[in-house]
């Protein structure tokens, strides 16, 4: 008898660690898809369009890096613990995707959209370094990380000198990856070329196929006029490439390859070049 009773404790004791642990799965398995609803958020402190990380974590915007490299997107554990608070410390539900934070603490530069002139503009080589020129590279990486961005140059912002960011990972805690190049040029190109789907900041809500250099040689100058000699290869190549079309007065949509991404993007590029118009004229250029 005092052996069926035990046998009973133990098969009560056994079900309530099978409903334990049963509870305790379905909450672990909830945690994760509230994680990724949660996306990632912006924020007083940061914002391009190829402006976001690699397409392993998916191309799509530069700054406009490129990082809004289109096509179907996934969250990965970055982008879900990389959350950042706003102006009133409101989350901002986002799929970890370029967009546009409005006002950023911190700076007044703004991502200025297709077709502002400033974006055609000729860009002039940096001629000074002093402290205006660092500020003016941190609020780049400021405006870059509260876009989600992965790269900017300076004629998105309004500034038509030669300066581009980026940091290949879209991601402000890996600093260390960090790249601020002055008045950079290409000395020399792979002859092999790849093809990736490629956005920017400038041109909010389209993406197209775009053709770049597998690898690019640079030469520039850091923030304190120091020389810069570097090969960009991959996903940094490409990144590269997309802020300094920037710097030439180029922009992504130039170099679209595909007939359908042409057909596709042109009535939104319509609907901004309209909207421009309606809020400040006819001084534009497409």
Request: net charge negative.
């Amino acid at each position: 008898m005092r052996r069926l009773h035990l046998m009973a404790g133990l098969v009560t004791a056994m079900a309530g660690l099978s409903s334990a642990a049963s509870r305790t799965g379905s909450h672990r398995a909830a945690f994760v898809p509230t994680l990724a609803r949660l996306g990632r958020a912006t924020a007083a402190g940061r914002c391009s369009q190829v402006g976001r990380a690699r397409s392993a974590v998916l191309p799509g915007s530069f700054g406009g890096h490129a990082r809004g490299l289109a096509g179907g997107a996934r969250l990965d554990l970055d982008d879900v613990f990389s959350l950042r608070s706003s102006e009133t410390d409101t989350m901002v539900e986002n799929d970890g995707e370029e967009f546009d934070p409005g006002e950023i603490e911190g700076t007044d530069l703004r991502v200025l959209k297709y077709p502002h002139p400033k974006l055609r503009a000729d860009d002039a080589e940096v001629d000074v370094f002093d402290d205006d020129l660092k500020k003016t590279i941190k609020e780049l990486f400021m405006v870059m990380y509260a876009c989600n961005g992965v790269g900017l140059a300076a004629p998105q912002v309004g500034i038509n000198k030669r300066i581009m960011v980026f940091n290949p990972d879209g991601d402000p805690k890996k600093w260390p990856k960090e790249v601020a190049l002055v008045n950079p040029k290409i000395v020399d190109t792979s002859s092999t070329t790849d093809v990736e789907t490629e956005g920017c900041l400038s041109f909010p809500g389209m993406d197209g196929k775009v053709r770049r250099h597998k690898w690019v040689k640079v030469e520039a100058v850091n923030a304190m006029g120091k020389p810069i000699k570097k090969k960009y290869t991959g996903w940094e190549a490409r990144v590269f490439q997309h802020e300094y079309d920037h710097l030439e007065g180029k922009v992504y949509i130039d170099r679209l390859i595909d007939d359908e991404d042409k057909e596709r993007v042109q009535p939104v590029l319509d609907g901004l070049i309209e909207k421009y118009k309606a809020e400040y004229g006819d001084d534009y250029a497409l």
